[in-house]
């Protein structure tokens, strides 16, 4: 009974084993059959590789997509199968096995999608399937016609995109990206260099290095560097080997400076009109046949003796740049290399200011298999910034008549000695020894794993970017033999700076059928950054000529060092979801960690989404529509600002001298000299983003029209407390900031022929700026939250807004309505509150504040035959400045030369006071900042093909450019862009010229 069912039971069992082995067989025998095809896929001309191609195999789900160099596997079923090959911008390919294993894919260009390959941070994306607000420069493009040393200077060319040069040479400017979000925090963009956050200057990087450079401007494209990109985020790519067989590329230029918009001075006849203007309207005499007896002992002499000198040529130089670049880059099947050096001379416009910068790059990578490679990317650069700069405010405050060098070729230490009132504007810098030297090797090492799990292309990266900085700046100020008194002094200051940045990157691909394609992208990240300083300084040095050597030969003046160190730790996680490749979705969320806050506030998520539709590829749009792209783009997301000092958490402790008992000798005691506050945390940007991107006619018309709105919360501020508690200040989070804006890109191709090529690049953003909240109180009761008039800072205003009186004319002959104290010549004023007297209370807001609201550019480039040009002309609107120049002049002396006319009885200037005006409302004149500049302008001519073979040289060019050419503005400083930073003070007396340079070039290829 038990036997027969035993048998019973055991033939089913025996059946479904059978089963199970010829489905086990029928697997094995199919993955038998099945074979890996692997290759590269490069453009048309087969000198760049394209990353991100999808490869399909034909009727399966089976697929994936090419890596950052091009390379691709995948498994197909048998010979008989057909790869499929698309990207956009490119025409698709529908390639057969046969029995190859190895195939390698050339696409050619789809002009009527024309389309490129953008950094999105952490990978790339067809431009077409981005769905955050990016923007690109083709640097490697920009600079062959157009020579930069620094790479900033291509940065005015994308919309929403704010740059600010400072004029001086080895300076990077600020840059702003879509406003000002913080009151006193960071507002520069973070950059990120190859895929690694950069901590050093954009002007450490030679531009001749880089590909290109992609802008993240909203939060759902930012979202994944976090706590880091309040202010958005420059992607810097640097050139890879293109070239199957070495390339030896030399890229040369020269060029002279010159001021492009020098400040008008006084001309001695005008100085001596304007101080016997000042003595009349001052009531005394004024006898043009008694000047000399007006003037000073040493300017009467050097005007009886017809000696002058235009106090610009004293503190000015022929500004000159030289720059040689010199890279040798290829490829092969098992390694990419790129490698690069560089020296540049940049001497600038005044007295002893120059900047020398050496730089050494390496790209390195190597393919040991399939499905490994490893590699190296490294920069060192150093640059070399010694030597104190003549001073401006100096030269614009000299007299033409004053004596500036010595008998024996030495500048005077006042051109005026009998006054003493403004020193020779090159005496410190000729007096003065000085080494400025700083010193920059940043570097990441990675390795990368390729495999094909799961149906898709999985892959891990491991990136270590330890970078290191140190520099130092040493100053001797010698003794001037003409003094007897001991005017050496000398000072030592070192830093150095180290942080790494350890990063662990998955990242998966995988395309289900011609309908849904995903990638998602995870990391988790560590970082380290530490400096230290040491200060010393030294007066009246007992021997003159051992420099800084040796500071204990003098008063000691100063003798301090800092250290500081941060941790972070980070977690990201992105979604790309592609469905009929016409709906796109991207979610992002990244969770930061930084020591600077304390426990309850270390950690913050920052999440985003973004949606785009390609409306173009709906059925119900026609194929022979106009329209070739549409799309839609939306998204929403946060991002954070730690831009804080660490142990700011923290009261901090510092050292003083008190009297204890009663009296006697002091003794060293630790006070409080801080007050801390544990509840610190991230400055928070919320954006809303909507855009729609277009092209027309097959390539010829296209661009982007975008719109967003972000807001600031949880400021970080110093706010002012109760001295009753020992404290004047404590550093918090308040208020609420708004950065609301347009932009619109414009690209046409105007003309295209075999002989002739005309296209252009328009650029235009506006920008509103303003604070909504600042610290919630209401002290006077009047219903609105009270600004914050010591800082400037007033609620629906710009975040750099003027407080002061408004100009409201000059005070002519005849008014009826001068005040006591005033008279014909003084400054009018409103009285805003209407009480008959001008007071605090009548001061407002003036202006539109130091940021523009609009900014436009416009590039044309021409190519006919051989011969190519480029114009791009750019300009700001809608800001102004104290102009502090032609501010009311020291009574009795004429320190402020500028010749911007002044009021007399026979000149009634309603907008320039009279000389003996004294300024007693401490009262700014603010003038537009306005102006249209043709920036860059370019000739070249490339060599033809015959005269290369004759030369044995793959390429040669040549070119002629100009910077700053021209600039249309109202603005009578040196120049209306030129200023420090987003400071207010952009008409101070110090502001350096911005540069008009002239460039001669040679790019040759072996």
């Not at 600079?143 to 004029?167: C, E, H, M, R, W």
């Not at 100085?271 to 000042?278: A, C, H, K, S, T």
């Not at 002893?352 to 399939?370: A, G």
């Not at 920059?440 to 794993?449: A, C, D, G, H, M």
Request: charged fraction near 20%; aromatic fraction near 10%; proline fraction near 4%.
């Amino acid at each position: 009974m038990h036997t027969k069912n035993l048998k019973q039971q055991t033939k089913p069992s025996i059946r479904l084993l059978m089963c199970l082995f010829l489905v086990a067989f029928a697997c094995i025998t199919e993955a038998w059959s099945q074979k890996m095809v692997t290759g590269t896929i490069t453009e048309g001309n087969a000198s760049e590789v394209l990353p991100g191609v999808s490869i399909l195999v034909k009727g399966t789900n089976t697929g994936t997509i090419s890596d950052f160099d091009g390379n691709y596997s995948i498994e197909v079923p048998s010979d008989n199968a057909t790869l499929i090959f698309r990207y956009i911008g490119y025409l698709t390919q529908e390639i057969p096995v046969n029995n190859e294993s190895v195939i390698n894919v050339i696409l050619a260009e789809d002009v009527s999608k024309l389309d490129e390959v953008v950094v999105v941070g952490y990978g790339t994306q067809s431009k077409r399937n981005v769905t955050g607000a990016i923007s690109s420069i083709d640097l490697e493009e920009v600079n062959k016609d157009l020579p930069n040393v620094n790479i900033t200077q291509s940065l005015n060319t994308v919309a929403g995109v704010q740059f600010i040069g400072d004029g001086r040479p080895g300076q990077s400017g600020s840059i702003l990206i879509r406003g000002q979000n913080s009151l006193s925090g960071e507002n520069n963009p973070l950059v990120v260099l190859d895929g690694i956050i950069f901590n050093g200057s954009l002007n450490d990087i030679n531009p001749q290095d880089i590909k290109t450079i992609d802008i993240l401007k909203d939060a759902s494209s930012t979202a994944i560097y976090g706590s880091r990109a309040a202010n958005g985020v420059i992607l810097v790519t640097s050139k890879k080997g293109t070239s199957d067989k070495p390339s030896v590329k030399l890229n040369v230029f020269t060029g002279l400076s010159e001021a492009a918009n020098q400040i008008k001075l006084l001309s001695p006849e005008r100085y001596l009109e304007r101080r016997l203007d000042w003595r009349s309207q001052t009531g005394q005499e004024a006898n043009p046949a008694n000047i000399a007896n007006y003037l000073s002992p040493e300017e009467a002499e050097n005007y009886l003796n017809g000696n002058t000198t235009n106090p610009w040529d004293v503190v000015s130089q022929q500004g000159a740049i030289h720059s040689i670049d010199l890279n040798v880059s290829g490829r092969s099947e098992s390694i990419n290399y790129y490698v690069s050096s560089s020296f540049s001379n940049n001497k600038g416009l005044i007295y002893n200011d120059e900047e020398n910068r050496l730089t050494f790059r390496t790209n390195l990578d190597f393919r040991l298999t399939d499905w490994m490679k490893l590699g190296v990317n490294a920069i060192y650069t150093r640059r070399d910034l010694s030597g104190v700069e003549g001073g401006l405010r100096n030269a614009y405050r000299s007299s033409p008549f004053g004596t500036f060098f010595n008998e024996d070729g030495s500048p005077t230490r006042f051109p005026v000695a009998s006054e003493q009132a403004v020193q020779n504007p090159i005496w410190q810098a000729y007096f003065t020894d000085n080494e400025e030297i700083s010193n920059n090797l940043f570097s990441n090492f990675y390795t990368e794993l390729n495999t094909g799990l799961f149906g898709g292309n999985l892959s891990y990266r491991l990136n270590f970017s330890p970078n290191v900085r140190w520099s130092h700046n040493y100053n001797y100020m010698r003794q001037d033999p003409n003094y007897t008194e001991n005017l050496t002094s000398a000072s030592k200051f070192n830093r150095n700076d180290y942080d790494w940045l350890m990063e662990n990157i998955v990242t998966y691909t995988k395309s289900i059928g011609e309908d849904h394609a995903f990638d998602l992208t995870l990391l988790y990240s560590r970082n380290h950054t530490e400096y230290e300083t040491t200060t010393a300084a030294a007066e009246q040095l007992s021997i003159d000529g051992l420099g800084y050597g040796d500071l204990s030969l003098g008063s000691v003046s100063t003798n301090s060092s800092f250290a500081q160190k941060t941790e972070g730790v980070s977690y990201m996680g992105r979604l790309n979801y592609r469905f009929k490749n016409r709906y796109l979705f991207t979610l992002t969320t990244r969770r930061d960690g930084n020591s600077v806050f304390a426990e309850n506030n270390k950690y913050t998520s920052f999440p985003s989404g973004a949606f785009a539709w390609i409306i173009s590829d709906e059925p119900f749009f026609k194929e022979d529509s106009a329209i070739n792209l549409l799309k839609l783009r939306l998204s929403y997301g946060a991002v954070g600002n730690q831009a804080i000092s660490p142990y700011q958490s923290l009261s901090l402790s510092d050292t003083e001298r008190y009297v204890f008992g009663d009296g006697g000798s002091s003794s060293l005691g630790v006070v409080t000299s801080s007050l801390g506050n544990s509840d610190l945390k991230w400055e928070t940007t919320y954006t809303t983003n909507a855009a729609l991107d277009f092209n027309m006619f097959n390539g010829r018309l296209g661009g982007t029209v975008e719109f967003y709105d972000s807001k600031t919360e949880d400021l970080l501020v110093r706010r002012s407390i109760p001295v009753t508690g020992g404290y004047s200040s404590i550093l918090t989070n308040i208020g609420e900031t708004n950065n609301r804006g347009i932009e619109v890109l414009l690209n046409s191709v105007n003309v295209k022929t075999d002989k002739f090529e005309w296209s252009s690049n328009l650029n235009f953003s506006f920008n509103r700026n303003k604070i909504v909240k600042l610290f919630g109180t209401d002290l006077d009761n009047d219903g609105r939250e009270d600004d914050s008039v010591a800082n400037s800072w007033f609620i629906g205003q710009p975040v750099n807004s003027f407080y002061d009186y408004v100009f409201d004319g000059i005070y002519q002959e005849g008014d009826t309505d001068i005040p006591e104290g005033s008279e014909p010549g003084f400054v009018r004023v409103k009285d805003l509150n209407g009480d008959g007297e001008i007071t605090p209370d009548d001061r407002t807001v003036v202006g539109s504040g130091t940021n523009p609201r609009y900014i436009l550019g416009l590039r044309n480039n021409f190519r006919m035959g051989n011969f190519s040009m480029s114009v791009f002309v750019n300009s700001l609107l809608g800001w102004e400045a104290p102009f502090n120049l032609i501010n009311p002049l020291v009574p009795g002396r004429s320190l402020n030369q500028l010749d911007a006319g002044w009021w007399t009885p026979e000149n009634r200037s309603n907008n320039r006071p009279g000389l003996n005006y004294s300024n007693p409302l401490d009262t700014n004149w603010y003038m537009s900042r306005d102006f249209v500049r043709i920036r860059d302008v370019s000739f070249a001519y490339d060599f033809d093909q015959k005269t290369l073979e004759k030369l044995k040289l793959s390429s040669l060019r040549v070119s002629l450019s100009a910077k700053n050419l021209y600039t249309f503005t109202d603005w009578l400083g040196s120049d209306p862009e030129n200023g420090q930073g987003y400071d207010v003070e952009q008409g101070s007396d110090d502001i350096y010229p911005m540069p008009r340079t002239i460039s001669l070039g040679l790019n040759v290829t072996f």
